[in-house]
């Protein structure tokens, strides 16, 4: 593994995406883990879909920290996650047929939030209401869940443990019904609920903790800690896209409130970025490809999501939203995924700037609907070779090299591994 990483600063290392999320975080998470004894999830749930690929075999984690394959880590599940315990106990099934030990090295917070079966119904009830202004929700109730966190109504994991869970899960249930009035339920909900109470008893037997006290204990016996980040910085509820994006702060400064671990002891940020640009769900994207070249990309990049299947939109790489995730994060390291897609393309073609109600600017304006902004490109030539059999990074083509050589000049942050390929393996450390 590259030195640059491993000489990385001391303190707890930051590792998001940098773009509209499925950027390839559960792959690098995987990558990374065998130098961190802790890797800790700090905010999303179930509408994560992070996908590892080792030996041949893909495998998909929703809420589960993608550093659970390597047996010497500890994973958390922080105070900034929303835990579907039906899914969450599904995920867990699944794992454990391949590590049977895995819930020995797992610990969810008491503190994360808890995602009702009422939850997903309030999540569906508001998208349908929504009508053409739909967010493009994966509908698993995680808007509806923070709201009741910040409304200071939510359940969390650690009310599981009280006498009175039952009375406080009535409680939010009938103030979920009041507000949902005559919604006719896309769902059984008896079914639901029971399926529901079946997975609290089940994570009743499992390590709930006070992650925050093990994070910062852990912290201070020098142990490497790696808060792992889901959905991406232009989805955050505060500097991405709004209203078109998650409830949950996706950036750097979601580790901190999400894991309970203060600013000074943030270390290395790492950025994950695709070569391109994808966005699954509505709102606005600058530099879309809505033609044949898209959908050649989508097809070539697999980009269908891991979490509802639907096909995610595809586009050119988007440098102004690159710079700005850039500088939102403090990210020092950035990691470029998914360079192999783009083998045999002639030209590609680059966003460095916008035009912006008749003004040319370089930085990502308040608003970025397709009625005031165009984007300019520069035009670089692409590469023919196929890169997903490269294992020496020195033999990448010129092409590629001076692309990413681009992008560190342009963002001023040096690119440290170029991914070929979704397994491990296919990964080249330029440092
Ligand atoms: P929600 O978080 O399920 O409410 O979805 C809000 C928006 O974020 C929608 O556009 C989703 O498609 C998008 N989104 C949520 N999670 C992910 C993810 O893990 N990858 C990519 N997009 C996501």
Same mark, same amino acid.
């Given at each position: 593994?590259?030195?640059?990483?491993?000489?990385?600063?001391?303190?707890?290392?930051?590792?998001? #995406?940098?773009?509209?999320?499925?950027?390839?975080?559960?792959?690098?998470?995987?990558?990374?883990?065998?130098?961190?004894?802790?890797?800790?999830?700090?905010?999303?749930?179930?509408?994560?879909?992070?996908?590892?690929?080792?030996?041949?075999?893909?495998?998909?984690?929703?809420?589960?920290?993608?550093?659970?394959?390597?047996?010497?880590?500890?994973?958390?599940?922080?105070? #900034?996650?929303?835990?579907?315990?039906?899914?969450?106990?599904?995920?867990?099934?699944?794992?454990?047929?391949?590590?049977?030990?895995?819930?020995?090295?797992?610990?969810?917070?008491?503190?994360?939030?808890?995602?009702?079966?009422?939850?997903?119904?309030?999540?569906?009830?508001?998208?349908?209401?929504?009508?053409?202004?739909?967010?493009?929700?994966?509908?698993? #109730?995680?808007?509806?869940?923070?709201?009741?966190?910040?409304?200071?109504?939510?359940?969390?994991? #650690?009310?599981?443990?009280?006498?009175?869970?039952?009375?406080?899960?009535?409680?939010?249930?009938?103030?979920?019904?009041?507000?949902?009035?005559?919604?006719?339920?896309?769902?059984?909900?008896?079914?639901?609920?029971?399926?529901?109470?079946?997975?609290?008893?089940?994570?009743?037997?499992?390590?709930?903790?006070?992650?925050?006290?093990?994070?910062?204990?852990?912290?201070?016996?020098?142990?490497?800690?790696?808060?792992?980040?889901?959905?991406?910085?232009?989805?955050?509820?505060?500097?991405?896209?709004?209203?078109?994006?998650?409830?949950?702060?996706?950036?750097?400064?979601?580790?901190?409130?999400?894991?309970?671990?203060?600013?000074?002891?943030?270390?290395?940020?790492?950025?994950?970025?695709?070569?391109?640009?994808?966005?699954?769900?509505?709102?606005?994207?600058?530099?879309?490809?809505?033609?044949?070249?898209?959908?050649?990309?989508?097809?070539?990049?697999?980009?269908?999501?891991?979490?509802?299947?639907?096909?995610?939109?595809?586009?050119?790489?988007?440098?102004?939203?690159?710079?700005?995730?850039?500088?939102?994060?403090?990210?020092?390291?950035?990691?470029?995924?998914?360079?192999?897609?783009?083998?045999?393309?002639?030209?590609?073609?680059?966003?460095?700037?916008?035009?912006?109600?008749?003004?040319?600017?370089?930085?990502?304006?308040?608003?970025?609907?397709?009625?005031?902004?165009?984007?300019?490109?520069?035009?670089?030539?692409?590469?023919?070779?196929?890169?997903?059999?490269?294992?020496?990074?020195?033999?990448?083509?010129?092409?590629?090299?001076?692309?990413?050589?681009?992008?560190?000049?342009?963002?001023?942050?040096?690119?440290?591994?170029?991914?070929?390929?979704?397994?491990?393996?296919?990964?080249?450390?330029?440092?």
């Amino acid at each position: 593994m590259s030195n640059a990483v491993l000489s990385a600063k001391n303190g707890v290392d930051i590792l998001l #995406g940098l773009q509209w999320g499925d950027e390839g975080k559960g792959k690098i998470v995987d990558v990374l883990t065998r130098k961190y004894d802790v890797v800790a999830r700090f905010q999303g749930g179930p509408n994560a879909g992070h996908t590892l690929e080792f030996n041949g075999i893909k495998h998909v984690l929703h809420t589960i920290p993608s550093g659970i394959f390597h047996a010497n880590a500890l994973n958390i599940i922080g105070n #900034g996650v929303v835990v579907d315990p039906v899914i969450f106990c599904k995920e867990i099934d699944k794992l454990i047929a391949l590590e049977p030990h895995c819930l020995s090295r797992l610990e969810i917070s008491r503190k994360a939030h808890l995602i009702l079966p009422t939850h997903r119904l309030l999540d569906a009830a508001s998208e349908a209401a929504k009508g053409k202004n739909k967010i493009g929700s994966t509908l698993k #109730g995680i808007g509806p869940t923070y709201m009741d966190k910040t409304g200071r109504n939510g359940l969390r994991i #650690g009310d599981i443990e009280l006498p009175d869970f039952m009375e406080r899960y009535q409680a939010l249930k009938d103030k979920h019904m009041h507000l949902l009035g005559s919604y006719e339920p896309p769902f059984d909900l008896a079914d639901a609920e029971m399926e529901w109470m079946r997975s609290i008893d089940r994570l009743r037997k499992m390590v709930l903790a006070d992650t925050d006290i093990s994070i910062q204990e852990a912290y201070k016996s020098g142990k490497r800690i790696l808060a792992e980040g889901a959905q991406g910085t232009l989805l955050d509820v505060d500097f991405g896209t709004y209203p078109f994006v998650t409830s949950s702060t996706t950036t750097a400064a979601g580790a901190c409130t999400g894991l309970g671990v203060a600013p000074n002891r943030i270390g290395e940020v790492y950025g994950i970025f695709k070569a391109y640009c994808t966005r699954v769900g509505s709102g606005p994207f600058p530099t879309e490809l809505d033609n044949d070249l898209g959908q050649e990309i989508r097809d070539k990049g697999h980009e269908y999501g891991s979490t509802t299947g639907r096909p995610r939109r595809t586009g050119w790489l988007d440098l102004p939203a690159l710079r700005y995730a850039v500088e939102v994060n403090g990210v020092t390291q950035l990691m470029m995924m998914k360079a192999d897609v783009l083998s045999g393309l002639k030209n590609l073609e680059v966003c460095t700037a916008y035009m912006y109600r008749g003004e040319k600017i370089t930085h990502l304006p308040y608003s970025l609907e397709a009625d005031l902004l165009d984007p300019c490109y520069t035009t670089m030539p692409g590469w023919d070779e196929d890169l997903t059999g490269i294992h020496d990074v020195t033999k990448i083509p010129a092409a590629l090299e001076a692309y990413t050589k681009f992008i560190e000049q342009e963002t001023g942050v040096p690119v440290v591994l170029i991914s070929v390929g979704p397994d491990r393996e296919q990964t080249l450390w330029r440092a």
